[in-house]
């Protein structure tokens, strides 16, 4: 008999939020570097998963994105049917939303398949 109830992680996953907090130093620019090893979601065709190591980089202005919430929104992807073309222009838009940095890249490195290896890249700038 399999169990049907939903596990701690999926239900964190599922209630996730990217939640942010103040910019510790506002006015100083700096850069963070996220570095995410295990993205994965379903090719939008086949229904195969897709692999990824997505490296995000951003310059904050007012918020910071709390790391935890980062990692549950990503997780969030791994039952998704999407492209790498829209998977890693989303995970931009919704990081953008969150936190409106002055800059911020995006970077997905999805591994080979089918002899076919694919980098994403997408970048943003806040306006003045």
Do not use: W
């Not at 692999?51 to 919430?69: D, G, I, M, R």
């Not at 995970?91 to 080979?112: E, R, S, T």
Request: with cysteine.
């Amino acid at each position: 008999m399999q169990e049907t109830t939903m596990k701690y992680g999926e239900r964190a996953i599922e209630e996730g939020q990217l939640i942010t907090f103040p910019n510790p130093r506002p006015g100083r620019r700096y850069t963070i570097e996220i570095t995410l090893p295990e993205f994965t979601c379903k090719c939008p065709f086949s229904g195969y998963p897709d692999f990824a190591t997505l490296y995000v980089s951003y310059s904050p202005h007012e918020k910071v994105v709390e790391l935890k919430a980062i990692k549950l929104y990503i997780n969030s992807y791994r039952d998704r049917y999407i492209s790498h073309e829209e998977a890693v222009n989303q995970v931009l838009d919704d990081l953008v939303a969150a936190c409106d940095p002055l800059y911020m890249q995006i970077k997905g490195d999805f591994a080979p398949r089918g002899n076919v290896h694919t980098v994403i890249t997408v970048e943003h700038r806040r306006s003045a």
